[in-house]
């Protein structure tokens, strides 16, 4: 037998003809190409029972009820509860984007202590006995040497049952230092003292008002609870609701808007007091509703003249004149205060001005009009009983001097702190907790603040989240996401009703975290006496469902607690503040020619949470492009400065420099630029971190003269090419 | 095996997007990326390649300052009926990855057949498709809020808007449970028409006449579904692409921004389509 | 010339006359070679390359499906039953089995497995499911049992009477289970549960009458009829 090449030639084709008649090929291409098409590393999601949880977002103050989609126990969706009464269905962008942060990366997984520089972000996990006793020896430390007061603690809210045990904590103590990060409310406080007589705050009907003046609100852009005002913008045009924005730039509300009228930044005031002056000079004004109404009538008269008025807010003196006809003749006008989101206070002539408007219409307390609301009492905790220690640590004048002196009208001033620690102040702090919120990040001059927390010796962070200020702290204890756990949420946010919302564990918690009013409690009990006995409960729950009582099992049910039937503080107000300078910007005219104010905007988280992946997804290429942030700016004043679409630029102001790229708007008056907040971050992790510009770090506090808030509207600039 | 089916009429699944209410906050964008397992990238600011089913555009009226005015416009997926069914994507793809509905009306989108041509990309007049060019990648934890009712897509494949059609399908689960031949208007909602705080969105079946959106659109089925409400107007409605997302402005100059008008060309005017 | 020429061609006529002759003779083993390879490959596609292309897995432990069948009182849909939302439950979890097992029941071995090894530790059973399909699929079980009053017989055949887990085959380069492509290499089937490919779905389809026309490109049903 030959074996030569036609026999093996042979034995091929023999081969071949048998594995085309076999089903190997045919079998192998059919499952090559199911290997083709899945990949190991392309996620299969697990399938299991769907089920819907609700519960409340507590990302912003607006409290909206979420329900939450999960398959077996992992949470797969946020979507809004039908039929809460905040948000019905509803939900906004960040609420949407909970679940990246609940399962993220940037999540602080157990409780950490500093190894390294500050800064570093160098870490050793610890155990929860063993940070809870660090904080605790600490604090025992300082308490002993009669230095309590040199405690402070920085918190996003003061309302609800954890802030309340935090500052209870502090009361037990003895420090008076519980500071609350500046915000809308700090204006809205202090106006309603002062014009009303009682501590409270104003809610707004405006799903009924048929005339609308915003004084640069956010209506659809974040203000007030913002799924409840998009909801109810939506409903104004088939209403023939007039809605009139003055906004220095066409935001999303000015354009939604009947009428955008393109102000001055900064002279809201102005321009309040002027309609009023108006209102007053036509006999059109409820004079019953203002106290002192004689005095206000000819001062109005004599300082707010409106061609005055015009020059001072560059609004033509025929449209001032048409919006206090419009106004004054609305069967329920109604006037906003609070610029964007409302996140920065505004002062309080302006407060009291477009509040004294809302007088002058006669809506204090009707229907789609302003509403003077006492605060919401219900945790009803006995008095602390404080040791000599604590007694004279509160005694201490504030860290921050606020309820003093020249301070006196002013409860919080979280904007002097950095005065406060860096030598000149009452004395040296040594320790700072921080709650709720990302100073480092969102604070006015966040670069100084930072700087200032040199002179700090210990800082321990509760954030669940690596943020700026995490990053600066020695200690870090974190706190639940709200998703995983059970707290009370008291909604105000312009709601003309108490909201009291039950944020519930959506999810058991993902990492070693614990609920912060848990480690308050613990960390209290492993301390002396007077502490511990100011914490009687066992835990947070048995805390929280104490301080719900009657209302407890109508949360559990509903997952909401609403009040309507008020008793509002009062109807009329006394007037104040008319008299104070404007608030200006910082910086002269010669050097810094432009003036640069911010925006908020839904897409960008400016308070607290940094943007998640989804939401800096959406934000557009003129706002970011890489890692490059841009400044919206006029195209005439652009090119005035030889600036053309996407150009380098150097914005420079008198606290900070930085590098942008322009982005030409016709919606922004000429000489104003504006740029988002809620950029810059250099914390979180590369979906966020190197992104656009910090606006706070352009920017410093300008002091409010009658109570010292932080009013700054904006600061002049200048921009030149790169 | 049962095989008597009541056949119900051919359903077709649309929207209408009022734009006087749309705020451009951008709900719907994330609505639907955490509905639909959309992945994302570290650097999103490149739009040609950033992944968004439904994108919210900016629209000007070009005027200069004070009379600046902005209009945002939501684009998902416009599933394009064309001719009885010839999507312009439908029509040119090679792999019959994608495919018209003649009963839902919806355009799907299977990825498994798909082996990334771009082809449907090219056809389609509204940016509505998007490529995978990289494999997705969830950092670390977040691969837990994956849904398992939409597939995660893997690099190479396109992807689109499907008028969140597993939706649907659990709908229908439902509606067989409960005896109910057809599935009714609340019970399949896109998660974008969902999220929307201004309820600017409005889906349902433009075939039945007990649907809200049929109510808003009142489509002319003889006139190539041109809508009988004069706010509404379609994208691109003269190429003839018989979408069925409708717009509604009472902005002419917005009416006038879904199409490329000359100067002298009345807005709205749809010529018939050829045959 | 005459003579050379005559002997070359005589020489010539030898050799095709030999190489006739090898090639009648050689034939044969081109032949045998040819058979030889055919049959070389046969074995190999139908006999070598299935014991190659399939792995086993045993299931976690032994589960007795008749006997548990006898035990309550629905069948099948005691425990693999619709949920409220017209979704199907599948393979039950931990919690439906504890409604009984939360102590052992019985005395075997693969219960006292169950019940340290899971129940005691609430660890879910990483069953291995004969019939998963892959993430493009979306099987509606409401739409057959329901809809269509089908059987489970029908398309999992007989595990309801079986004692013992089978073992778990898969295709080693697909990962998915030999049920779905069927036991069979070629393909071949002799009952409607022997396989579960898109091929068999679209078969039962045609002889039911329910292909519709809705697809615009391929005349049949739309694609996300059975995909997502």
């Known amino acids: 037998m030959k074996v030569d090449r036609r026999s093996f030639l042979s034995f091929v084709i023999g081969g071949a003809a048998g594995t085309a008649l076999s089903p190997l090929p045919w079998k192998l291409m059919d499952d090559s190409s199911i290997w083709s098409q899945m990949w190991p590393w392309t996620p299969v999601p697990p399938d299991g029972e769907a089920t819907y949880e609700n519960s409340t977002c507590s990302l912003c103050p607006g409290g909206c009820g979420i329900s939450v989609r999960k398959i077996d126990n992992r949470a797969v969706k946020i979507e809004g509860q039908p039929g809460h009464p905040v948000n019905d269905g509803g939900i906004c962008i960040l609420g949407l984007s909970g679940l990246q942060m609940l399962y993220g990366p940037t999540r602080i997984k157990a409780p950490m202590k500093r190894v390294g520089e500050r800064g570093e972000s160098k870490w050793q996990e610890i155990s929860w006995d063993e940070a809870t006793q660090i904080l605790a020896d600490k604090l025992t430390d300082i308490r002993n040497r009669g230095e309590a007061h040199t405690v402070a603690a920085i918190s996003g809210s003061d309302s609800g049952t954890v802030p309340a045990l935090l500052q209870r904590f502090l009361t037990a103590y003895g420090s008076p230092n519980f500071i609350r990060m500046p915000s809308g409310r700090d204006a809205d406080e202090l106006a309603v003292k002062t014009l009303f007589g009682e501590d409270g705050r104003t809610g707004y009907d405006v799903e009924n008002a048929d005339y609308i003046l915003s004084f640069g609100s956010g209506l659809v852009d974040g203000w007030g609870s913002p799924v409840r005002m998009i909801a109810a913008a939506s409903t104004w045009k088939d209403k023939n609701v007039t809605v ?13 808007a009947t009428r955008w009228l393109p102000i001055n930044p900064g002279t809201e005031a102005d321009l309040a007091l002027g309609i009023a002056a108006l209102i007053v000079a036509n006999g059109a004004a409820d004079s019953s509703a203002v106290s002192g109404f004689g005095v206000l009538k000819a001062e109005l008269l004599a300082g707010y003249e409106t061609g005055k008025v015009a020059q001072t807010t560059g609004i033509e003196a025929g449209a001032i004149v048409e919006l206090a006809q419009g106004f004054a003749r609305a069967d329920r ?35 789609g009009g302003m509403w003077a609301i006492p605060e919401a009492d219900y945790i009803q905790w006995p008095e602390v009983e404080t040791d000599t220690i604590a007694s004279a640590g509160l005694r201490q004048p504030r860290i921050d001097g606020a309820g003093a002196g ?3 009208n002013a409860r ?20 700072l907790m921080v709650a709720g919120a990302n100073p480092c990040h969102d604070l006015s001059d966040s670069a100084g603040f930072t700087g200032a927390l040199a002179h700090i010796p210990f800082i321990v962070s509760f954030s669940s989240f690596q943020d700026e200020t995490a990053a600066m702290a020695d200690l870090l204890l974190p706190d639940h996401v709200y998703l995983e756990r059970y707290e009370d949420v008291p909604v105000a946010a312009g709601l003309h009703q108490r909201v009291i919302g039950l944020s519930k564990p959506v999810v058991s918690p993902q990492f070693n975290t614990r609920h912060l009013g848990e480690t308050l409690i613990t960390t209290a009990k492993a301390m002396d006496a007077p502490m511990a006995d100011a914490f009687p409960w066992d835990d947070y729950e048995t805390c929280l469902e104490e301080s719900l009582a009657e209302k407890w099992d109508a949360l559990m049910e509903e997952g909401v607690w609403v009040e309507t039937d008020i008793d509002p503080i009062s109807d009329t107000i006394r007037v104040a503040g008319m008299n104070a300078p404007a608030i200006a910007a910082e910086g002269d005219e010669s050097g810094f020619p432009l003036l640069l104010i911010p925006y908020d905007t839904l897409r960008i988280s400016s308070r607290t949470v940094g943007d998640t992946p989804f939401m800096i997804k959406t ?18 004043t652009a090119s005035d400065a030889g600036l053309k679409e996407g150009a380098l630029a150097t914005l420079t102001t008198p606290r900070g420099e930085t590098r942008v790229r322009v982005h030409l708007f016709e919606g922004i008056k000429p000489g104003v630029i504006a740029m988002a907040r809620g950029l810059g971050h250099t914390a979180y992790d590369d979906y966020l971190a190197g992104k656009g510009v910090n606006f706070n770090e352009l920017i410093g506090p300008v002091e409010d003269p009658s109570c010292g808030h932080d009013v700054a509207w904006g600061i002049r600039a200048k921009l030149a090419k790169a | 095996m049962k095989h008597e089916q009541k056949h119900n009429p051919p359903m077709k699944y649309g929207m209408a997007i009022d734009l006087d209410k749309c705020t451009g906050c951008g709900a719907c964008m994330v609505a639907c990326m955490s509905e639909n397992n959309v992945p994302f990238k570290k650097d999103e600011s490149n739009k040609l390649d950033s992944i968004t089913w439904i994108r919210v555009f900016k629209l000007t009226n070009g005027k200069a300052y004070p009379d600046t005015d902005i209009c945002y416009l939501p684009r998902p997926c416009q599933h394009c009926e064309g001719h009885d069914g010839h999507s312009p994507c439908v029509s040119v793809c090679p792999a019959t990855a994608t495919d018209y509905s003649r009963e839902t009306g919806i355009v799907s989108q299977i990825y498994t057949r798909c082996f990334g041509c771009r082809y449907c990309m090219a056809a389609c007049p509204y940016h509505a498709r998007y490529f995978n060019w990289w494999d997705p990648v969830w950092p670390e934890g977040m691969e837990k809020y994956l849904s398992p009712n939409v597939s995660p897509r893997m690099r190479g494949v396109v992807e689109k808007c499907s008028f969140c059609f597993h939706r649907y399908q659990q709908a229908k689960n439902e509606a067989y449970l409960n005896g109910e031949s057809r599935v009714s208007e609340e019970a399949y909602q896109t998660a974008c028409t969902q999220a929307c705080p201004a309820g600017a969105i409005v889906f349902g079946d433009l075939n039945n006449p007990e649907h809200r959106v049929h109510q808003i659109v009142r489509p002319d089925t003889k006139n190539g579904n041109k809508s009988r409400n004069p706010r509404a107007f379609r994208l691109l409605e003269r190429t003839g692409t018989n979408t069925k997302v409708y717009y509604l402005s009472s902005r002419e100059w917005v009416r006038r921004a879904g199409d490329n008008y000359l100067a002298h060309e009345k807005t709205g005017q749809v010529s018939k389509p050829h045959h | 010339m005459g003579t050379l020429d005559k002997n070359a061609k005589e020489v010539m006529d030898d050799d095709a006359a030999q190489a006739a002759d090898s090639k009648d003779g050689a034939g044969g083993f081109i ?9 070389a490959s046969m074995v190999l596609g139908w006999v070598i390359f299935p014991k190659l292309l399939y792995s086993e897995k045993q299931q976690p432990f032994n589960f007795n499906h008749a006997m548990h069948v006898e035990e309550v009182d629905e069948g099948c849909e005691s425990c693999h039953f619709f949920r409220d939302d017209g979704s199907f439950s599948g393979v039950p979890k931990l919690a439906q089995c504890i409604d009984c097992h939360e102590e052992p029941m019985g005395e075997s071995e693969d219960e006292a497995i169950f019940v340290e090894q899971y129940v005691a530790m ?10 998963r399909q892959p993430d493009c699929v979306f099987f509606s079980h409401a739409a057959h049992i329901i809809g269509a009053e089908m059987d489970c017989v029908t398309c999992h055949g007989n595990i309801g009477e079986s004692t013992e887990s089978r073992p778990y085959e898969y295709n080693r380069i697909t990962n998915y289970s030999r049920d779905i492509w069927g036991k069979n290499i070629a393909g071949f089937k002799k009952h409607s549960w022997d396989r579960m490919k898109m091929d068999d779905c679209a078969q039962c389809h045609k002889e039911a009458g329910l292909i519709h026309t809705s697809s615009v490109q391929t005349g049949r049903d739309a694609c996300f009829v059975c995909h997502k």
């Open chain 3, 122 to 131: 609430e660890r879910e059973v990483p069953w291995l499911v004969y019939s």
């Open chain 1, 412 to 431: 919080y001033l979280l904007n002097r702190l950095s005065e406060g620690v860096n030598g000149s102040g009452p004395y040296p702090l040594q320790m």
């Open chain 3, 31 to 39: 032949i045998l070679f040819f058979i030889i390879g055919f049959a």
């Open chain 1, 244 to 256: 009139v924005q003055v906004d220095p730039r066409l935001s999303n509300s000015a354009a939604k």
């Open chain 1, 333 to 367: 006008p109604l006037a906003l205060c609070g610029r964007g989101k409302g996140q920065t206070a505004t002062s309080l002539r302006e407060t009291a001005a477009i509040y004294l408007l809302n007088a002058l219409a006669g809506n204090i307390n009707q229907d």
């Open chain 1, 406 to 408: 020249k301070y006196a």
């Open chain 1, 619 to 636: 934000v557009a290429d003129t706002v970011i492009k890489g890692l490059d942030g841009f400044v919206e700016i006029n195209p005439q």
